[in-house]
């Protein structure tokens, strides 16, 4: 399964975007799917997840309340909706599939080595 992740760009503070992911050779309907970040110096980090039937969501502490991880099965897309954004969301935005829990109904991990595919990233940049 090949991802691909879309929709960054240059957004003033307190703007919007929304991120897709999109699966390709595959489906991922049956994984559960995050979105990690990796700002410029910085480390990986977790920024959203969803379990296959989207009916577990989990959120780092930074963005809850601001961004929404949504999937649509049909499509075999994933998106992340950023609202009030802010410089420090600034990064690249990675989608990744975590295939060792398919099809259960728990919390999606927030642990990036759980994570088995991942797409090529997108950037975004967010201005003050």
């Known amino acids: 399964v090949q991802l691909q992740a879309s929709g960054g760009g240059l957004v003033q503070a307190g703007g919007s975007l929304r991120l897709s992911c999109a699966a390709s050779g595959g489906t991922f309907s049956g994984y559960a799917v995050g979105w990690f970040r990796q700002a410029p110096g910085k480390e990986r980090e977790f920024v959203a997840s969803?379990?296959?039937?989207?009916?577990?969501?989990s959120y780092a502490d930074s963005v809850k309340g601001r961004f929404t991880i949504s999937r649509d099965n049909a499509k075999n897309t994933v998106s992340l909706q950023m609202n009030s954004l802010k410089p420090e969301d600034t990064a690249v935005y990675y989608c990744?599939?975590?295939?060792?829990?398919?099809?259960?109904?728990?919390?999606?991990?927030?642990?990036?080595?759980?994570?088995?595919?991942w797409g090529q990233g997108t950037l975004v940049t967010v201005s003050s």
């Open positions: 969803i379990n296959w039937s989207g009916g577990f969501t």
């Open positions: 990744a599939a975590d295939r060792n829990r398919a099809y259960t109904d728990v919390r999606p991990s927030v642990t990036i080595s759980d994570y088995t595919y």
